[in-house]
């Protein structure tokens, strides 16, 4: 099995082949299949509304005769809808929820863990069964490389896509305020009041948060920030020209670390940890994902220990996979806006 970071370039290398017919033969057999607690809850939220219209990232073009009310969704996307006013629609997840303590993993959000289906926690598993199980009305998930489905094994892919129409935002090469808008407006079209106070609290936060990142860059010049990520053999260097949250970042003002000598789909550059250095930050924002190695796993690496932002204190934890709503990246730009008012400059 490859590791975590492994995974993550092969995902977004575009390598989930768009689904073709081959693989739907049997579903209705596996639909005819389902348990009766999949019957029960098919009856359990009527669809609503009139004729509904979705037209995704991938130029696609969902028709429903009814609003759908059943929908399954990335762990990080379901929170978003839910941080937009959707509640009772979402049915199932897929992606890292729980933790192994069985507390919620940080993307979950407000997401009540117990009170939906998980089709799979960790990269690769989508249980396809419970899927055809839930009745769902729409898939929805993020997508870095055009037509690769965030989180949508690629082996399952052709089986999965028939159940269902689906729906992908894009969450690559865009600032981060686009996904949000774009996820804003797929749950304004599902029925969520965008209008309600938490939603119009939440973007007030957004964008006093916004702003809090260009005071602390105009009060704290010179800070020099790069986001990484570890892994027991590499260490790697993101890209803020691709990835949406760092775009967004340089759009209010840090000053980025941009990597060099990129990877396949430019996200990131991946160096040993003998050439850790090559890179010099006075701000490390680290990967906080349970697939990264946090700080005490990383203090066995003599290179790591030598950077002059670790040596001074000055790491802070980077949602790397943000949740793409107001109400989940408000606190990511109040800690970045903290980080770099605190840090010193150690680099030349």
């Known amino acids: 099995m490859p590791d975590a970071l492994s995974r993550h370039r092969l995902s977004r290398r575009g390598l989930l082949a768009a689904a073709g017919a081959a693989g739907a033969a049997g579903l209705g057999a596996l639909l005819a299949g389902c348990g009766k607690d999949g019957d029960d809850a098919a009856t359990s939220a009527a669809p609503t509304g009139g004729p509904w219209s ?83 009305e729409l898939l929805v998930t993020h997508m870095y490389d055009p037509d690769a489905l965030w989180y949508v094994p690629d082996e399952s892919r052709a089986k999965i896509l028939p159940l269902a129409p689906s729906v992908a935002i894009t969450t690559a090469r865009v600032p981060m305020t686009r996904p949000i808008e774009r996820y804003a407006e797929l749950a304004g079209s599902l029925g969520a009041d965008l209008g309600a106070k938490k939603v119009t609290d939440a973007k007030a936060r957004f964008t006093a948060a916004a702003e809090a990142v260009r005071q602390a860059v105009r009060a704290n ?90 040596r001074a204190g000055q790491v802070t934890p980077w949602d790397a996979v943000p949740r793409f709503s107001y109400a989940g990246a408000a606190p990511l730009l109040e800690n970045l806006a903290t980080a770099i008012r605190g840090a010193k400059k150690v680099t030349a």
Not at 56 to 63: A, F, I
Not at 259 to 275: C, I, T, V
């Open 54 to 136: 979705f037209t995704d990232d991938r130029r696609q073009k969902v028709d429903a005769a009814a609003r759908p009310a059943r929908i399954v969704a990335f762990t990080g996307v379901a929170a978003a809808l839910v941080d937009f006013g959707l509640d009772q629609q979402i049915v199932g997840v897929f992606g890292e929820t729980k933790k192994a303590d069985g507390s919620k993993e940080p993307q979950a959000g407000d997401l009540d863990v117990e009170q939906i289906e998980i089709l799979g926690n960790a990269w690769g598993e989508f249980n396809l069964e419970k899927y055809a199980g839930l009745r769902p």
């Open 221 to 310: 010049p010179g800070i020099r920030v790069m986001a990484a990520s570890g892994s027991p053999d590499l260490f790697y260097v993101s890209n803020p020209k691709v990835s949406t949250d760092l775009m967004y970042f340089a759009e209010l003002g840090v000053d980025l670390v941009v990597p060099s000598k990129l990877e396949q789909g430019d996200y990131f550059e991946a160096l040993s940890w003998e050439n850790t250095g090559k890179f010099p930050a006075d701000l490390i924002l680290l990967d906080n994902r349970p697939t990264a190695l946090q700080p005490k796993d990383l203090a066995a690496k003599p290179t790591w220990a030598q950077l002059p932002a670790v």
